[in-house]
Nanobody
């Protein structure tokens, strides 16, 4: 089995930065895609950033230019650097990984980490 553990959420003021981390553990063979989603209160869960094969990055318009996704393949980790945070970035953030394990293909979600941005 593969487990994802997120960290780095918290309470910040508008304009500040946070860096989220997500590490995959267990029987990971390789990960070819990572993504970050977020869900604000009363809203649907939205895809905000993804990275494929460690290179092809995509961002939602709402975060493009402020957020950066990156990976560390040696650590089976993904990061989300969030700069110039805004109150509308307040949400629970989830990482998702897709890859191969000893048991075959997997797509797993993290448990979520809360990010709160005050004005």
């Amino acid at each position: 089995q593969v487990q994802l553990e997120e960290s780095g959420g918290g309470l910040v003021q508008a304009g500040e930065s946070l860096r989220l981390s997500c590490v995959a553990s267990g029987s990971v063979v390789s990960i070819n895609k990572w993504a970050w989603w977020r869900q604000a209160p009363g809203k649907e869960r939205d895809l905000i950033a993804s990275i494929t094969n460690g290179a092809d990055q995509n961002y939602a318009d709402s975060v493009n230019g402020r957020f950066t996704i990156s990976t560390d393949n040696a650590k089976n980790a993904v990061y989300l650097q969030m700069n110039n945070l805004k109150p509308e970035d307040t949400a629970v953030y989830y990482c998702v990984s897709r890859g191969f394990s000893d048991s075959g293909n997997f797509t797993n979600w993290g448990q979520g980490t809360q990010v709160t941005v005050s004005s």
